[in-house]
């Protein structure tokens, strides 16, 4: 699976479309090396595995049916913390913000 991380986004489109992986196996992989090398190199505070592999089963239909939304879909992306994401707390690089007190009521327009 880690031969997948290593694709290139346009190598990982080409394979959706001609059906070789889906968005599911990408993200799948994606997920399994975060919490290997997550615990310590520390480099997402927030992962919501459920959230992605939801989204990567809807693009991974709209692939099978020739309708991907886009020339990122089913690409697995990271959101830098300063970001906000609708729903989600907002660190803003630094531990000395509250996660709690601060979570984003919408996204960045971004």
Do not use: H
């Not at 309708?67 to 300063?82: H, M, S, Y």
Request: with cysteine.
């Amino acid at each position: 699976m880690s031969e997948l991380l290593a694709m290139t986004a346009l190598d990982l489109l080409r394979s959706y479309a001609k059906r070789r992986i889906s968005p599911v196996d990408v993200v799948e992989a994606a997920l399994d090396r975060i919490s290997r090398v997550n615990p310590s190199l520390n480099i997402f505070y927030l992962v919501d595995a459920e959230s992605a592999t939801a989204a990567a089963k809807l693009s991974e239909r709209r692939w099978r049916e020739g309708r991907p939304l886009g020339l990122l879909d089913g690409i697995p992306t990271g959101v830098k913390d300063a970001l906000s994401l609708q729903g989600t707390p907002i660190y803003r690089g630094s531990a000395a913000f509250d996660p709690r007190a601060t979570i984003s009521d919408g996204d960045a327009p971004c």
